[in-house]
């Protein structure tokens, strides 16, 4: 898809992938519109001319005042690139419900919620491409973050299911899936943390402006996945061909944390 001359708006962009994202589809050319709840991060991320409104996308009344502030600024919206998300270490067996149901609520729910605002503009455009940023999580159960998976598997599933559904329409939609990328994230997720034999992997990660290039990149070429790192993709292979290999292993780095 043609990045120039389109309008995008990215959720959870105050930091990490979404401001990246911001500064990367910036340069490309596009018009930028950001959300998310810190205005003074969004401020700080904010391209120039990028339109910027401070909102929580869990709520229904601020998620419908982004989109119409979008639509009131440029006319369109071309490309979402729903980024917004939080990570759970809570064990799943013993994580309190609103916790569960909240982490629900803005990994998938908030996603699914904007799509609807903004599907039916597209489908008039009959074009568009809807971004959900998943994660490795969403191919890959991880143990330790059982809950998170589950809301990352869901949003993949849902973003399968939207590009057949809106396919005739001339719409897209792309999964991200990224493995460990430098950010804020497991500052700012509830519960534990990970396991030391997983953390020790985060010597491997990528940073978010790398993560932000393959997801535009993903984007020109009209990619239904993106998995980056791409060394993720073997873990992901890994967990096709040989589950059981690959689920004992994860039990076993579970446990030994």
Same mark, same amino acid.
């Given at each position: ?9 990215? @959720? ?10 911001? $500064?990367?589809? $910036?340069?490309?050319? $596009?018009?930028?519109? =950001? ?22 996308? @869990? ?8 989109? /119409? ?8 919206? /071309? ?28 990994? +998938? +729910?908030?996603?699914?919620? =904007? ?26 159960? =991880? ?9 990352? !598997? ?7 299911? =939207? ?16 493995? !460990? ?22 010597? +491997? ?19 239904? @996945? ?15 061909? +040989? ?15």
């Amino acid at each position: 898809m043609r990045i120039e001359g389109n309008v995008v708006l990215i @959720t959870g962009a105050s930091q990490g992938i979404g401001a990246a994202c911001a $500064a990367e589809f $910036a340069r490309a050319g $596009a018009s930028i519109s =950001l959300t998310a709840r810190s205005e003074e991060g969004l401020q700080k991320a904010a391209p120039r001319e990028a339109l910027v409104t401070a909102g929580d996308v @869990t709520s229904d009344s601020d998620r419908r005042r982004i989109v /119409d502030r979008t639509l009131e600024r440029f006319g369109k919206i /071309d490309i979402l690139i729903n980024n917004a998300g939080a990570g759970l270490y809570s064990p799943a067996w013993s994580a309190p419900l609103a916790e569960a149901r909240w982490l629900m609520e803005l990994n +998938f +729910f908030a996603a699914l919620a =904007l799509t609807q605002l903004v599907a039916p503009q597209m489908r008039a455009q009959r074009s568009g491409m809807i971004v959900n940023v998943s994660s490795l999580a969403g191919k890959v159960p =991880l143990p330790w973050m059982t809950l998170y998976s589950a809301s990352k !598997y869901a949003l993949g599933a849902l973003t399968e299911g =939207l590009g057949m559904e809106l396919r005739g329409n001339g719409i897209h939609a792309m999964t991200v899936c990224p493995g !460990y990328i430098k950010t804020r994230f497991q500052e700012n997720a509830h519960g534990g943390g990970v396991p030391k034999a997983v953390a020790r992997i985060r010597r +491997f990660a990528i940073t978010a402006e790398q993560c932000a290039r393959a997801i535009r990149r993903g984007v020109e070429r009209d990619a239904r @996945t993106v998995v980056t790192p791409w060394p993720a993709w073997l873990l992901v292979v890994a967990m096709r061909l +040989f589950p059981g290999l690959v689920t004992a292993q994860m039990a076993a780095m579970s446990q030994n944390a």
